[in-house]
Antibody, heavy 117, light 112 residues
Framework: EVQLVESGGGLVQPGGSLRLSCAAS????????MHWVRQAPGKGLMWVSG????????NYADSVKGRFTSSRDNAKNTFYLEMNSLRPEDTAVYYC??????????WGRGTLVTVSS | DIVMTQSPLSLPVTPGEPASISCRSS???????????LNWYLQKPGQSPQLLIF???RRASGVPDRFSGSGSGTDFTLKISRVEAEDVGVYYC?????????FGGGTKVEIK
């Protein structure tokens, strides 16, 4: 069974840092693109970042470029999002997503990040 | 960036009746391989989004056949042939063709 379990969310002050983790199981992790998608409270979906299977290609939304860094450890089947210089507008549920292309699309349950003083 | 525009914003529906949602993109989503790179998702209340349709018209595994996707280029439509109570939630379109990937603003479907 495919599982994606996010962790690491919480309350952080503006300007602070947080590292999210996504533990994957039930599929060939290293063969899949992985993405982070976020959803601000009561709002729509926004793609944040994506990384290919071997970690050689990473893309970011302009609003997080230079502040957020995606990485992956294929030996541990884990996908990460390092978030620095956090702003109140980064407050959202962050979803870990497999693929976003084709029928292998799968979403985790998300982890809430709150940026507030 | 490719801008995705959904309509309507809200869609009250009657169980058993059909429903239709539109998604328009600011650039063509038709790849040279002949596929349209357009996904549809449903986010039920309190849940993560779930894939309904990919490549414009292909139903994802386990999705009931009352859901269908159509369109090409910049104009796409999601149709529900007969709405059921479990279909309520917010529907989103997504273009995975070009970075940054972009979602439509969402269409909230609720029972009348």
């Amino acid at each position: 069974e495919v599982q994606l379990v996010e962790s690491g969310g919480g309350l952080v002050q503006p300007g602070g840092s947080l590292r999210l983790s996504c533990a994957a199981s039930g599929f060939a992790f290293s063969s899949n693109w992985m993405h982070w998608v976020r959803q601000a409270p009561g709002k729509g979906l926004m793609w944040v970042s994506g990384m290919n299977g071997d970690g050689s290609l990473t893309n970011y939304a302009d609003s997080v470029k230079g502040r957020f860094t995606s990485s992956r450890d294929n030996a541990k089947n884990t996908f990460y999002l390092e978030m620095n210089s956090l702003r109140p507008e980064d407050t959202a549920v962050y979803y870990c997503v497999r693929s976003l292309s084709g029928d292998s699309d799968y979403w985790g349950r998300g982890t809430l990040v709150t940026v507030s003083s | 960036d490719i801008v995705m525009t959904q309509s309507p914003l809200s869609l009250p529906v009657t169980p058993g009746e059909p429903a239709s949602i539109s998604c328009r993109s600011s650039q063509s989503l038709l790849h040279s391989n002949g596929y349209n790179y357009l996904n549809w998702y449903l986010q039920k209340p309190g849940q993560s989004p779930q894939l309904l349709i990919f490549l414009g018209s292909r139903r994802a595994s386990g999705v009931p056949d009352r859901f269908s996707g159509s369109g090409s280029g910049t104009d796409f439509t999601l149709k529900i042939s007969r709405v059921e109570a479990e279909d309520v939630g917010v529907y989103y379109c997504l273009q995975p063709l070009q970075v940054p990937l972009t979602f439509g603003g969402g269409t909230k479907v609720e029972i009348k």
